[in-house]
C-alpha cells in the first residue's frame, strides 16, 4: 500500500485492486468505530481510500504503511433490491458487445450480486462491482445530455442508478421506480459504500402515461 | 407568514445561502459546500449577534436588496461595497439596524468578489443534511435567490452582538497560494512542478464556487494513462486534460479522475473567494508541517 500525503491533514492511500480498496475501506471505518482513527472523512474511490480531517496525519500513515490486509471485505450488513425493468436504450448494444441476446443479458446482470465500492458524481450514485471483467462496457461514444432518473447504466466495470436527472455517459440497460436519494429520508442514501445490491427483474408495465 | 421573514427585492447575480456547510457526507458523494470566504461569514454573524453555525447570504460582485418584515441588525462584510437603508448610507462591516418594510440594499463590490449579509436570527430555511447551504454542484440546499423570494428568520438572540467593529483583509491584489505538492505530482513532469510554483497564473472568469478556475502555463503530465476516480479535498489542484489549474473550493466534487499535483493551504482559501477575474496568482511551494513528505 502506497501512503501518500494530500496537503496538511489528509492522506490518500493507493492499493493495487478494487477489491483491496473495499477491504481497506472496511478495516478503516472499523478502526473509526472502536475510536481508533478519528477522521472526518472517509472516502474510498476505484483504487484508493482517503482520509481527510486528520487531525495529525503523521501517526495513522506509520500504521498504515505496515498495515496487512484482510484478504477480501467482510460481508456487509445488508442488501438492497433493486427492482428493475430491462428496458433500456443502450441494453441491445450492451447484449451485442457481450455476444449474447437481450433476454441473457438481463439474466447476467440479474444474478450477479454486486456492491457499492464507492459514491460519487452525484449524491447517492454509487459505483456497483460484482460483474465479472469480461463484462466491462466502453462509455458511449456521445454522451447524453439528459440521463432520466431512475436509469440502470453500466460503464466499465461498474453499474450505477442515477438518482436524478443528468447528463451522462453511460449505457442505460434499464429502469427503477425506486427512490435512490431522498434527502428528507434517513438515511438520504440507500446505496452506500459497502452496500450489496441485487437487481429483481419485474415485467414491464409499458409506457407510461 | 410569519414577520420572521426576509423579502428579496433585487437577488443580484448569484446570492446564496450559506453557513458552515455539510462535511461529513463526502462518502455519498455530497460536496461540503458552505461559505466560501469563512472569516467573513463567521465576522458577519458576530456583528449580527449570531452564533457561528448561522445562515447568511453570499453575494456574487453586485450585491442584493433585502427587505426585512420585522426590524432586525444586519452586518455585510467580505467584499467591501457600499451599504444602504431606504437610500441613505449606512455602514459596511458593522451592525446595522434596519426597521421593518425599510430596504436594506448591498451594493456591487468595490473591490473582491463575494459580500456575506448576516441578520439576526439567520436565515432559517430548511437544513439538508444538518446544513442550509446551497450546493451549485449537486443542487442540495435552497435554490439560489430569486427576485421576490420570501426566507424565514430564526428567532433573534437575545442581548447585544459584543463586537461592533473589526478589521477584515482586503481582497487580494494579487492572490498568493501556499501549496504543498501531491498527490500525484508524479504524474506530472519534474518541468510542470516547477512551472506551476514560479510563473504566473491569472483567475479565469469561469471561475464559481465549484473551483477557481486559472489561465497561464500549462503543465505537462508525464504519463498518459487514465486515473482511477479518487477521493477529493478541498483546495486541491487539479489539473484536466488542457493543463491549467482549477482550485477545488467548497462545491467540488467529492471524487474526480484528473490528477492533483498539488493541494493548497487552507488558510489561503477564502482570499481565493475574494479573487477577481485577471488577479494575478502565484503559487508558492511550501513544507509540509507534520509529515517529512511522500
Known amino acids: 500500500m502506497r501512503v501518500l500525503p494530500v496537503g496538511e491533514d489528509a492522506l490518500l492511500l493507493e492499493v493495487s485492486s478494487g477489491e483491496e480498496a473495499q477491504a481497506l475501506h472496511a478495516e478503516l471505518l472499523r478502526r473509526r468505530a472502536e475510536g481508533s482513527l478519528p477522521v472526518r472523512e472517509i472516502v474510498p474511490a476505484a483504487r484508493t481510500v482517503l482520509l481527510d480531517g486528520l487531525s495529525d496525519p503523521s501517526r495513522p500513515a506509520a500504521e498504515l504503511a505496515s498495515l496487512a490486509l484482510p484478504p477480501a471485505p467482510p460481508q456487509a450488513r445488508e442488501t438492497v433490491e433493486i427492482p428493475v425493468r430491462y428496458d433500456g436504450p443502450d441494453l441491445a448494444d450492451v447484449a451485442a458487445h457481450w455476444g449474447i441476446c437481450v433476454r441473457e443479458a438481463a439474466r447476467v446482470h440479474a444474478d450477479t450480486e454486486f456492491r457499492v465500492a464507492f459514491c460519487g458524481f452525484a449524491p447517492g450514485f454509487g459505483y456497483l462491482t460484482g460483474l465479472p471483467a469480461r463484462y466491462d462496457v466502453p462509455r458511449r461514444t456521445t454522451p447524453r445530455t439528459a440521463v432520466p432518473a431512475g436509469s440502470v447504466a453500466l460503464a466499465g466495470p461498474y453499474t450505477g442508478v442515477y438518482p436524478r436527472s443528468s447528463p451522462g455517459g453511460w449505457q442505460l440497460i434499464g429502469t427503477t421506480d425506486l427512490v435512490l436519494w431522498d434527502h428528507a429520508r434517513v438515511p438520504a442514501a440507500l446505496l452506500s459504500p459497502g452496500t450489496r445490491v441485487r437487481f429483481v427483474p419485474v415485467a414491464a408495465t409499458g409506457p407510461a402515461g | ?294
Open chain 2, 1 to 294: 407568514m410569519t414577520d420572521r421573514a426576509l423579502a428579496v427585492v433585487r437577488a443580484g447575480a448569484l446570492t446564496t445561502v450559506q453557513d458552515r456547510g455539510r462535511p461529513g457526507h463526502a462518502h455519498l458523494g455530497v460536496p461540503r459546500s458552505g461559505a466560501l470566504d469563512g472569516p467573513a461569514a463567521a465576522l458577519a454573524n458576530r456583528l449580527a449577534g449570531n452564533p457561528p453555525d448561522a445562515a447568511v447570504l453570499e453575494t456574487t460582485l453586485d450585491g442584493c436588496s433585502l427587505r426585512p418584515r420585522s426590524t432586525v441588525t444586519v452586518a455585510v462584510t467580505g467584499a467591501p461595497c457600499p451599504v444602504t437603508v431606504d437610500g441613505r448610507p449606512a455602514a459596511w462591516g458593522a451592525p446595522v439596524r434596519v426597521r421593518a418594510g425599510s430596504v436594506l440594499d448591498v451594493g456591487a463590490a468595490v473591490r473582491g468578489v463575494r459580500a456575506y449579509v448576516a441578520v439576526s436570527g439567520g436565515i432559517a430555511v430548511e437544513p439538508v443534511l444538518g446544513s442550509r447551504s446551497t450546493d451549485l454542484l449537486s443542487g442540495l440546499g435552497p435554490a439560489p435567490l430569486t427576485d421576490g423570494a420570501v426566507l424565514p428568520l430564526g428567532p433573534p438572540r437575545e442581548g447585544r452582538a459584543r463586537v461592533d467593529v473589526a478589521p477584515q483583509p482586503a481582497p487580494p491584489e494579487e492572490l498568493v497560494l501556499r501549496v504543498t505538492p501531491g498527490p500525484r505530482d508524479d504524474w506530472f513532469t519534474p518541468d510542470a512542478v516547477r512551472l506551476l510554483t514560479s510563473r504566473a497564473y491569472h483567475v479565469s472568469p469561469a471561475s464559481n464556487r465549484i473551483g477557481l478556475r486559472t489561465t497561464g502555463p500549462a503543465l505537462e503530465r508525464a504519463r498518459r494513462d487514465e486515473l482511477p476516480s479518487e477521493g477529493m479535498v478541498l483546495g486541491a489542484v487539479q489539473v484536466p486534460p488542457d493543463g491549467t489549474p482549477v482550485v477545488f473550493l467548497a462545491d467540488h466534487p467529492t471524487t474526480g479522475g484528473y490528477p492533483v499535483i498539488a493541494v493548497v493551504h487552507p488558510v489561503d482559501l477564502p482570499a481565493a473567494a475574494q479573487a477577481r477575474p485577471g488577479t494575478p496568482v502565484r503559487f508558492v511551494a511550501v513544507r509540509r508541517r507534520r509529515l517529512s513528505g511522500g
